[in-house]
């Protein structure tokens, strides 16, 4: 008599957001024999969409097509999106949803995120709440309802001068609405930034009509007929604005697990296993608090979803070529009229061994800062220099020997010697990291290409390439078009060919 097989573990994951998304993704590449089934479960009435490229949205260089990530497969995954789970019964095992059905779990992923943090100022916090036309930019209809307000505002203040606060001050700004930013740290983007770079960065953004305002912040928030007129700083001075930001932070998204008696902190502790107080439930991503700490970044949380797929598999199942890289991730700001990459080591934390190389043009709002360890590139700041930085990172990831003399790393692209040169397709290692975000090297884009995967899009259902911070897409782009060109008569891919298309984040019909 033949033993009946086991049902398959039912694991159901609750928030449809970028690291939901990447632990669904993973776990379906992975578990080659079907031993899970899968659930996922996303509030938003959308297919599941890249939060980073909001900012490009906002600014009018991205449509919605570019936001979307590749559906998860529908003969693995039972996604429902546009629900809730108002209630998790540990118990029970079983969460109840806010279309009034129940769903059942053996484990539980919380990847519920975070929200976009608002002070408690006065004419914000009360009964009233906020004023219209008062904003976060954290969702597709955040940016959507700050793109609409933008066709009639007068002036725009942006509360936080991080990453994501200048992104957005660039993005109305090339809608025409007059900004001003204001900043309580000294400099803008201090988490990233030394204050010489910070000030041109400020010079910079002046000269594109975005006032900065620093070492203060707002203190009241006046609204008349319940919309926003004007704002009242900490130094008293007195700004219109029909029109406000708040780019001040974020604050984990735990109260589902407080409320079901799983313990959280700052953020739903989790252990080194990303294991919650109750055995059977997982959390990942920014609602989650490990034990080496929180970040609010992406690259963390596509790690935990990866380690923890590892856990549930095994780490022999798991596919030997995704493989990351324990270095700081490049930071760019996607901003109009503004190139800024910075990575690594800052000056200000370089070590008393390090050498540190200073290049510095006021008159032209350019700044360069390269820290070196042990003969390589351990840190960059790039500021203004468009043609290096793309050189600067590519020499930063690869870890490559350093020229004699380090200054030849800022030879433009194409002069006799540059570094930059290497950006070239193919000139550029197979073993070079194209995508950082995922992990996805030349050779794996080569690779989905002769599969079939001919096109960005396919290239990014295939690999993941491009559905991070984007910053990796013109790479992308140039290696298709390489490719192409060099086997213009290769094969279309065909219908059977088994590459996952991207989607438009759409709203759901059901």
């Avoid at 025409?176 to 740290?185: A, Q, S």
């Avoid at 983007?189 to 910079?204: E, H, I, V, W, Y």
């Avoid at 006021?362 to 590139?377: A, F, I, M, S």
């Amino acid at each position: 008599m033949t033993a009946q097989s086991s049902a398959p573990e039912k694991i159901v994951v609750v928030g449809a957001g970028m690291v939901g998304h990447r632990f669904v993704d993973e776990l379906v590449r992975n578990d080659r024999s079907g031993r899970f089934a899968i659930e996922l479960v996303g509030a938003e009435e959308y297919e599941p969409y890249n939060r980073i490229l909001l900012s490009e949205v906002l600014a009018g260089r991205a449509d919605l097509r570019a936001l979307g990530l590749p559906l998860p497969d529908a003969d693995r995954v039972l996604f429902r999106r546009g629900v809730a789970v108002d209630e998790i019964d540990t118990d029970a095992r079983e969460l109840l949803l806010s279309d009034g059905t129940r769903s059942t779990y053996d484990r539980l992923v919380l990847a519920t995120g975070a929200r976009a943090f608002v002070p408690p100022l006065p004419g914000l916090a009360g009964p009233a709440g906020a004023p219209k036309h008062v904003h976060v930019l954290r969702t597709l209809d955040d940016t959507r309802n700050i793109a609409a307000r933008a066709m009639n505002a007068k002036h725009a203040v942006v509360l936080g001068g991080g990453l994501l606060g200048l992104e957005a001050a660039c993005g109305l700004r090339r809608r025409g609405v007059p900004v001003t930013v204001v900043d309580l740290d000294d400099h803008l983007m201090a988490t990233q930034l030394d204050r010489g770079p910070s000030r041109m960065l400020a010079a910079q953004l002046r000269s594109l009509g975005i006032d900065v305002i620093t070492s203060t912040s707002v203190a009241e928030v006046i609204s008349a007929y319940d919309e926003i007129v004007a704002v009242r700083l900490t130094d008293d001075r007195l700004l219109a604005a029909d029109l406000m930001l708040v780019s001040c932070g974020i604050r984990a998204e735990s109260g589902l697990a407080a409320r079901a008696g799983i313990a959280v902190e700052r953020g739903i502790v989790v252990d080194e296993e990303l294991r919650t107080s109750d055995p059977w439930v997982h959390a990942i991503g920014d609602c989650a608090q490990p034990p080496t700490g929180m970040t609010g970044l992406l690259a963390p949380g596509w790690n935990q979803a990866d380690d923890l797929v590892a856990l549930m598999l095994g780490r022999e199942d798991l596919d030997p070529d995704a493989v990351g890289d324990d270095r700081p991730d490049p930071v760019k700001l996607k901003a109009v009229g503004v190139d800024l990459v910075t990575m690594g080591v800052r000056p200000s934390q370089a070590l008393d061994d390090d050498r540190v190389l200073t290049v510095s043009d006021g008159g032209g709002n350019r700044h360069v800062d390269l820290v070196l360890r042990d003969g390589e590139l351990v840190g960059v700041t790039c500021l203004g220099f468009p043609d290096v930085s793309a050189a600067l990172t590519l020499a930063y990831d690869r870890r490559t020997p350093l020229p004699a003399d380090p200054l030849a790393l800022l030879v433009p692209a194409g002069a006799q010697g540059g570094v930059a040169a290497t950006v070239s397709p193919m000139r550029m290692p197979g073993s070079t990291t194209v995508c950082r975000c995922s992990a996805v090297t030349k050779k794996q884009i080569v690779s989905a290409w002769e599969q079939g995967a001919t096109t960005p899009d396919a290239i990014a259902g295939a690999t993941r390439a491009t559905t991070g911070c984007g910053g990796c897409k013109e790479v992308v782009c140039g290696l298709v078009d390489w490719l192409n060109a060099s086997d213009p008569a290769a094969p279309a891919p065909s219908v059977d060919t088994p590459v996952t298309p991207r989607n438009t984040p759409v709203e759901s019909t059901t």
